[in-house]
C-alpha cells in the first residue's frame, strides 16, 4: 500500500468509466493504465495476448496493491485477466456490457455479488483477500464455463476460458470443454432479461460449485432457483473419423444436420465479395480457412461475413478454422482444427465437395474418399506476417481449444 495505507488499484482508463473516481470514494488510490491503442492484428486472441503482455508490463512498474478490470470487448477483458493471473493481485470484475461474459464472471468469482465493484477492489486489498490465482481454478472455471453457456455464450469463450486455464496451470480444461459445453443449453435472451444471471447460475443447482469469490460463497449470494430455462440454443462438437479433424457447432434446437456442396475461400474478405456478388446458392457450404490461430494469425472472427449474409438474406452454413461472429443466425461450424496453415483437412476441401454435419452423431461426413483427399495440395493461403509480435504468435499458437496463446 502507499505510505498512508491507502489501496492502490490500477483501473483501466476509459473514457466511458467513471470507476477511477468510485476507488477514490471508496477509500482508494485508483492507478489510471493506460490501454493499448494499437493492436498487432485482427485476430482475438492475438489482441488478447498482446493485452496481457501490455499491462503485465505497466502493472509491473505501478506497486499496485490490487486490480479493478473493465473493459469493452471479451478479448481485452480476458487479456487483463491473464496478466491479473500473473502479477497474482486481488482483483475484481466490473459489470461487462456482454451477458454470457458476465455470467462466466461471476461464475468464477471475480465479480462483486453485494455492493459495488470498487467498493469491493478496496475492501479486497484491506483485508488482504483472495488473490485472483486463488479463484481462478477447475471448480471456478467449470462454473463459468457452464454460466457462459447457458447464457448464450459461443465458442470464443470456450478459447479464452481455456487461455485462462492454461495461464492458471489447470490441467486438462479441453477435456472439460468437451464434456460441460455439449451438456449445457443457452436459455434464451427473455428468460434471461426477466430473471437475469444470479438466476440463471441456480437455475443450474448442483452441476454449480459453491466455490469462494470476492464477497464470499458464491452460493451465498445467489437467489432461490426460478423456474428451470427452455433450452433455446447448444453447442455440438462435430468429428471426422477418419481424420481425426474436430469443430465446434452452435445450433439451433432441434437442428439434427446441416449439408451443402462446398464453396472453398482462402480468406474472409474473398467469401464476402461472393456473397455480395450473389455467388452463393442456397444449397451451399460456405468453407473459409486460413483464420485460425496461427493463419489468421490471431483467430479472426468472422464479423464481415456474418453481416453480409444477413444483408443478403442467406442463410447457409459456415465451415472455418476461425471464429462465427456472436450474433451469428446461420448454421456456423468454427475452430475447425486442425487449422489449414497446420496442414487440416480444410485446406484439402474443393468447390463442389458434398459436405454433410452430423448434428445427431456428431460426426463431418465429406463424401469424398479417403484417397482422393490424401492425393489433394493444400489450397494457397493468404502470406502471414514474417516480422515482430505478430509472426511470432503465428509461429507458436496453440490450437484454439487449448486457448490459442502462445505455445
Known amino acids: 500500500m502507499s505510505a498512508l495505507n491507502v489501496p492502490r488499484v490500477g483501473v483501466p482508463f476509459l473514457e466511458s468509466s467513471d470507476l477511477a473516481d468510485k476507488v477514490s470514494d471508496a477509500g482508494g488510490e485508483p492507478v489510471l493504465l493506460r490501454l493499448p491503442a494499437a493492436r ?31 473493459a469493452e470487448h471479451p478479448e481485452d477483458y480476458f487479456g487483463m485477466l491473464v496478466a491479473a493471473l500473473r502479477l497474482d493481485l486481488p482483483t475484481v470484475c466490473a459489470r461487462p456490457a456482454s451477458i454470457p461474459l458476465f455470467a462466466a ?33 477447475n471448480f471456478s472455471l467449470a462454473n463459468a464455463l457452464r454460466a457462459g453457456v447457458a447464457a448464450g455464450g459461443g465458442p470464443e469463450l470456450l478459447v479464452h476460458l481455456a487461455a485462462l486455464a492454461s495461464e492458471a496451470g489447470v490441467p486438462g480444461f479441453d477435456r472439460m470443454i468437451r464434456v460441460l459445453a455439449p451438456e449445457t443449453s443457452g436459455v434464451p435472451p427473455g428468460w434471461l432479461d426477466e430473471h437475469g444471471v444470479p438466476a440463471l447460475l441456480s437455475s443450474l443447482g448442483d452441476a454449480l460449485h459453491d466455490v469462494p469469490t470476492v464477497t464470499g460463497d458464491l452460493g451465498e449470494n445467489l437467489p ?48 464476402v465479395s ?17 483464420c485460425g490461430p496461427r493463419g489468421g494469425p490471431g483467430l479472426p472472427r468472422l464479423d464481415g461475413l456474418g453481416r453480409s449474409l444477413r444483408e443478403a438474406e442467406l442463410e447457409v452454413p459456415v465451415l472455418t478454422d476461425g471464429l462465427a461472429p456472436d450474433d451469428a443466425a446461420e448454421t456456423w461450424i468454427s475452430l475447425f482444427t486442425p487449422e489449414a496453415t497446420m496442414g487440416g483437412v480444410i485446406g484439402l476441401l474443393r468447390d463442389g465437395d458434398p ?14 474418399r479417403a484417397s482422393e483427399l490424401e492425393s489433394r ?21 496453440l490450437p484454439a481449444l487449448e486457448g490459442a496463446g502462445f505455445d
Not at 493461403?381 to 509472426?391: F, G, K, M, S
Request: charged residues 25%; contains cysteine.
Open 40 to 70: 498487432p492484428g485482427n485476430g482475438v486472441a492475438l489482441a488478447r495476448e498482446w493485452m496481457a503482455d501490455s499491462l503485465e508490463v505497466q502493472c509491473s512498474a505501478g506497486d499496485l496493491d490490487g486490480l479493478l478490470l473493465h
Open 105 to 137: 464472471l461471476v461464475g468464477l468469482g471475480l465479480v462483486s455479488g453485494v455492493g459495488g465493484p470498487a467498493t469491493t477492489a478496496v475492501a479486497l486489498v484491506e483485508r488482504d483477500g483472495p488473490r485472483s490465482g486463488e479463484l481462478v481454478d
Open 224 to 271: 432461490a432457483a426460478p423456474p428451470p430455462p427452455e433450452a433455446h440454443a447448444r453447442l455440438v462438437f462435430v468429428r471426422a473419423r477418419s481424420s481425426g479433424a474436430e469443430a465446434v457447432c452452435r445450433v439451433r434446437q432441434g437442428l439434427a444436420e446441416v449439408a451443402g456442396e462446398c464453396r472453398v475461400f482462402g480468406s474472409e474478405k474473398d467469401a
Open 274 to 290: 461472393a456473397v455480395r456478388d450473389g455467388a452463393i446458392g442456397e444449397d451451399t457450404m460456405l468453407v473459409v480457412g486460413g
Open 355 to 368: 459436405l454433410r454435419i452430423d448434428l445427431t452423431q456428431g460426426r463431418i461426413r465429406a463424401e469424398i
Open 377 to 397: 495440395e493444400p489450397a494457397g493461403l493468404p502470406d502471414r506476417p514474417d516480422t515482430a509480435y505478430a509472426a511470432r504468435y503465428a509461429r507458436t499458437a
